[in-house]
């Protein structure tokens, strides 16, 4: 009981959650399945009504499903999606009551205790679920019982309603598969005998309690309200967004400016609170025509400081069109990182008494300004990367999203520059004394090596099809320092690079 009514629990089950999910958008008048691939074999994830009706059921392999069935279409899995789709099914099914919690990865329950007769009534309230539900393409199925145990059998096996305090009335003819066992318990109960629930509970409690464990009348008490169960409604996630309407429009970019340096402090604070750093800001200026105006900020990296963000909105709010002048600001972050709270290394070298070395920051805010006028991505970065093969031996990535790696260890030098291989006349594996290269007659002075380098055999590089490689290290007399190499298989040598 709670406050004095019976407690009331809805569960809400959606049997081809995946499928619905993408055919609510695309809907086929076929036969339709999404894969998974498992143990390098790909099956059936989840079929559509008219797939199950020609024979087709999860697990069976994809060969099998399409020698039953030629026709059928299909399309990869993703789990990661279903889940963003089931969590907005919850914050829906809110409007109904505020204790919503997601069950199993493919439904809802709901403690609508004291919300039922908002709609008419327990009737009334299923009705407009399934109703809303149909509308959206989603198939459902509802149950509704005094506990979790109950509601979550009947809308599992068999859909219906139990009505107060009849729990095993309503629950007793379904299988013992219905009270959340393991599949594994459920056997050894069948082979017993015991193949429904009103089997199992006029049975004698104590030999099945040695037999299979405490969790067999855990789960049959929570059904038939002897033991509580609760149910504990996902939190929203926090929000990030902060507005602010005026009661003048206004026009100037200044204005504007100061707006939105109100914004950026109640948003940073909420972003502290949580221990978070803004990576994309969304800036949305409503003019007095209805029309709005948008300003993207993407940082470099993740930022909760007001004093640095709001020089970087300074573009983008010039080149806004204010119209007949702006009476609305709604700022908000809709990407951000975790940011863990640190001290101001300035205040650390403050109080020590030393001079404050410049801001570790200022390479992200530089790296935003350039962003903002030639995109983030265009703004990069070298990385250390894997390889032993010169050309390999670096990626280019984007400086906002790579972090600076200290992972850059050469045992042996490399040049400064590196070039295509360029051909010069040479005869025999050691350092030609004189030689020719970009019009320039050169002398040895001296030589270092060989380093042999060998291609890697699992890449298809044309430049490395010839083998082996013998690097050497020339200096010449005439300042040049170089990097030329020495293909043993293939007697030639060539220039790839030049040191500093």
């Known amino acids: 009981m709670f406050g004095g009514m019976q407690r009331r629990i809805v569960s809400m089950w959606f049997p081809r959650l995946p499928s619905d999910r993408v055919l609510r958008l ?40 399409h020698a039953l ?15 963003r789709f089931l969590a907005m099914l919850r914050r829906w099914a809110t ?27 327990e009737a009334d309230l299923l009705a407009d679920m399934r109703a809303r ?16 145990g109950a509601a979550w059998a009947l809308a599992r096996h068999g859909e219906g309603v139990a009505q107060a305090g009849a729990g095993l009335a309503a629950i007793g003819g379904l299988p013992v598969a219905a009270l959340r066992l393991d599949p594994g318990l459920v056997v050894g109960l069948q082979r017993l005998g015991l193949r429904h629930i009103a089997d199992l509970a006029a049975a004698a409690r104590a030999p099945l309690a040695r037999r299979f464990g405490p969790e067999l009348m855990l789960r049959l008490d929570q059904a038939l309200g002897a033991q509580p169960e609760q149910i504990s409604p996902q939190q929203e996630p926090p929000h990030y967004g902060v507005r602010l309407t005026l009661p003048e ?66 573009r983008g709010i010039e080149a806004v069109d204010a119209g007949f002048g702006i009476d609305q600001l709604r700022l908000e972050a809709v990407q951000v990182e975790a940011l863990a709270a640190e001290q ?15 801001r570790k920051d200022g390479l992200e805010d530089l790296i935003t300004r350039i962003g903002t006028r ?37 045992l042996r ?38 380093e042999r380098i060998a291609p890697e055999w699992w890449l298809d590089d044309e430049n490395w099809r010839h083998g082996l490689r013998d690097y050497w290290r020339v200096e010449t007399n005439e300042g040049r320092r170089l990097w030329l190499f020495y293909t043993p298989q293939n007697p030639n040598w060539c220039v790839q690079g030049e040191f500093a």
């Open 133 to 148: 539900l149909a509308r959206a393409g989603l198939a459902v199925q509802i149950g509704l019982a005094d506990t979790r």
């Open 95 to 121: 409007r109904y009551c505020p204790w919503v919690g997601v069950e199993a990865g493919d439904g809802l329950v709901m403690d609508i205790t004291g919300s039922a007769h908002l709609l008419g009534g």
């Open 249 to 314: 429009p206004i026009g100037l970019a200044a204005d504007v400016m100061a707006g939105t340096a109100r914004l950026l402090d109640q948003l940073c604070a909420k972003l502290k609170a949580q221990a978070m750093g803004a990576r994309v800001l969304q800036l949305t200026l409503r003019r007095v025509d209805q029309a709005n105006q948008q300003v993207d900020l993407r940082l470099a990296g993740p930022m909760r400081d007001p004093a640095r963000i709001l020089p970087l909105f300074a």
């Open 344 to 358: 101001s290394s300035i205040s650390l070298h403050l109080r020590a008494g030393h001079v404050a070395p410049p």
């Open 26 to 65: 695309r809907p086929l008048d076929a036969a339709f399945a999404l894969t998974q691939r498992q143990a390098n074999t790909d099956r059936l994830y989840c079929v559509n009504l008219r797939a199950r009706r020609l024979g087709l059921h999860p697990g069976m392999s994809f060969t099998d499903a």
């Open 374 to 410: 030639i995109g983030l991505e265009n703004v990069q970065r070298f990385l250390p990367a894997d390889s032993h093969i010169p050309e390999r031996a670096f990626l280019i990535a984007p400086a906002a999203y790579c972090p600076p790696e200290a992972g850059w260890v050469a």
């Open 413 to 450: 030098p490399r040049p400064l520059v590196l070039f295509a291989p360029e051909p010069i006349q040479a005869k025999g594996p050691q350092p030609p004394r004189a030689f020719r290269w970009r019009r320039m007659a050169l002398t040895t002075a001296r030589a270092t090596g060989p």
């Open 69 to 83: 069935c030629p026709d059928l279409i299909s399309q990869p899995a993703d789990p990661p999606a279903d889940a």
